[in-house]
Structures are given as C-alpha cells and as structure tokens.
C-alpha cells in the first residue's frame, strides 16, 4: 500500500509542499531546521490521525493559519485510493475515497505507516501507555475486530468509572462488569496472541542489532493467578477509594527482557533506540508476511547519535525489509540504501526535487 503523492498546507513550517514518493525510496534533504521532520509528521499525521511529536492539534497548524489540510494518494491492489484529513481548533476530519471517514482507523488501514525518529527509544524509556499503543497499532491490522471491541471496552469503562466517581452503589458499578469482562478477555487474548508472534521476529532482530537475546510478554493488567471478574471483585475498595477501574487491559504493559534483564533505564540510550527499532522493524514484517501490505517506514536522520557500526547495521535490517522508505538526512550524499527513486531538498519550508 506504498503512498504515491501527498500534498500539505499549513502544516508547521509548511506553507504548501507537494511530493511525489518513490514505491520503494524516497530521500529528503536539507538543514537541521528546514522542515524535513515536518513533512514526515505530515504523512504519519495523514496514517495515523495523530502526531508521533504532541497531542495538541493547534501545535501542527502553520503560524497564521485557521487549520492544515493533508491529501494523499495510496495505491491499493488494483485501485487508487485519496485520503485526507483536515486539522483546526474544532478538531479533526477524516475522508477516504472522497467521504466522510467513519473513524481514523480507516486511514490506518489504508495507510499502514511507521516511525523510526531520533526520540525512537522513548518507546522503551517512557511508561506502558506508549508500549500500548505499540501493541494496539500491530494488533489492529493483524486481527480486524479488535478496534470496535477496544471501542466498546473504552465506553463500558467511562460509565463503571464515571459511577465509581459519583458514589454510586456496588449493584450500581457492577452492573457494567459483565459486557467489561466479556471485552476484557478478548482484548487480552489478541493482544496476547499478537505478543507471542511478534517475539520471534523481534527476537532475531534484536540478537542482530544488539547480539542479545529478547523476550517480550504480556500482562495484563491485573494477577495471573485471578480471572479479570475475580480481579474486579477483589479491587471494589480500591475502586471505590480510588473512583476509578484500578485494574484492566487499560493498565496492561508489555514486558521487555535483553538478556534476561528488565530493561527500562538499564541499558544505554544507543541500546534503547537499537532495541526500539528491532520492535517496530519487527512489527511491520508481521505485516508484510502473508498480505497485500507495503508498510510505509519513515526514517527520520537515522545517522543521529548512532556510531557507524550501528547505523550500517540498522540501515541492513532496513533494506531487508518489504517497505516503502521515506528517508530524511542532512547529507545529500546519503547512499546506505542505494539510489533513490525520487530525491528532495527542502530548506526554510520550500521544497524542490533534485
């Protein structure tokens, strides 16, 4: 599903930028400050509905401007598939094939994108809420009902949380445990299935980056040893002191060993960007194995804080890969991947092809 055009206005620094991708390499160039990791943002933005920088939209709108607006172009088997999404202070607007989105997750279906950034190794240093929406990403392409009852399990949780903030009764609270549990185990079961697949190619790549051994797994959310509506039931008075659901899927980490050691703040920042990218490297050939998806990778100055070694081993795993490469570097010169399809350079927003 390589992206083969994209269009942005307002966006950041740019003012209006068009580009035409490569199926197989794109490279960007240009200073540090020029808008390079801008347009980047754009088509993650375009894949995703959010950004991998800041969770505030007017952040992403162009000085001056009321809103930005973002078009693409995915090539589907057999078919040319628009996307575009549009961002102001009234929040976001999705359209695919020239309608209404009815949720973002149809863009990311469309356009199956992924980051690989200099802040890449914050998917191991910061707290499970980020793992999570690792995790989510993968699962949501590899078992396609997950999203709605992800939905669902989110909705049921605001109403069990919103009458534990009001005092309710326990009758009253429990009333929403049995479609909770129900949602519950599925989201665990897939998130745990998905686990379990992802360890193997992780695990390799990994052992190549890092000459490590990997081990990922999953918990929960609550005691192995409890069933989630014996967990519920034994957490009612922290509930109850609480006013909130103290255990579920929404408090669920994946767990992280390099050679059988836990590994948030034990190892080195190099490490943590070698090891963060083994999983997202890993994750998008989950994808690619047995489907009609060509994921979307975007490289973001791979050369930064990585000594040589590092970088050319990073850039084999990349080149291994069945994907479509947009790539950023300050170096015009950058050949690690071979020749590019189409080149650009930007500077101060304007950008040209060369």
């Given at each position: ?206 052992h190549r980056l890092l000459g490590l051994e990997l081990d990922l797994g999953y918990r929960p959310g609550w ?132």
């Amino acid at each position: 599903m390589p992206l083969r055009r994209i269009q942005v206005s307002d966006f950041r620094c740019l003012r209006s930028a068009e580009i035409n991708l490569d199926p197989r390499f794109t490279l960007i160039t240009g200073p540090n400050a020029s808008g390079k990791t801008s347009l980047l943002e754009a088509i993650y933005v375009l894949g995703r509905g959010r950004s991998f920088r800041t969770r505030k939209i007017d952040k992403l709108i162009r000085a001056g401007s009321d809103e930005f607006v973002i078009f693409g172009e995915v090539v589907l088997p057999a078919r040319l598939v628009s996307l575009g999404i549009r961002g102001s202070t009234d929040g976001l607007e999705a359209r695919l094939a020239g309608t209404a989105a009815s949720s973002l997750s149809e863009l990311a279906a469309a356009l199956p994108v992924q980051i690989i950034d200099p802040e890449v190794h914050r998917l191991i240093e910061e707290g499970p809420s980020r793992r999570r929406r690792f995790m989510d990403w993968g699962v949501f392409h590899v078992e396609h009902d997950f999203v709605p009852h992800w939905q669902r399990y989110q909705q049921v949780l605001r109403q069990r949380n919103a009458a534990l903030k009001t005092r309710q009764a326990r009758s009253l609270v429990s009333a929403w445990d049995h479609d909770l549990t129900r949602l519950a185990e599925y989201i665990t079961s897939a998130r745990t299935r998905y686990v379990a697949r992802l360890q193997e190619s992780a695990a390799a790549i990994a052992h190549r980056l890092l000459g490590l051994e990997l081990d990922l797994g999953y918990r929960p959310g609550w005691s192995r040893d409890l069933s989630f509506s014996d967990a519920l039931k034994a957490n009612w008075a922290h509930d109850q002191d609480a006013g909130t659901t103290q255990v579920g899927p929404q408090r669920a980490e994946l767990s992280i060993k390099l050679g059988g050691t836990l590994v948030k703040d034990r190892i080195s920042r190099g490490q943590q960007k070698l090891l963060a990218a083994s999983l997202l490297l890993a994750q998008l050939t989950l994808l690619t194995n047995g489907e009609l998806l060509r994921p979307t990778l975007l490289l973001d100055d791979p050369a930064a804080e990585l000594d040589s070694e590092r970088l050319l081993n990073l850039i084999q795993e990349v080149g291994q890969q069945s994907l479509q490469l947009v790539v950023t570097s300050l170096s015009e010169s950058f050949g690690a991947l071979g020749a590019p399809g189409r080149r650009y350079r930007i500077c101060e927003g304007d950008l040209s092809e060369s």
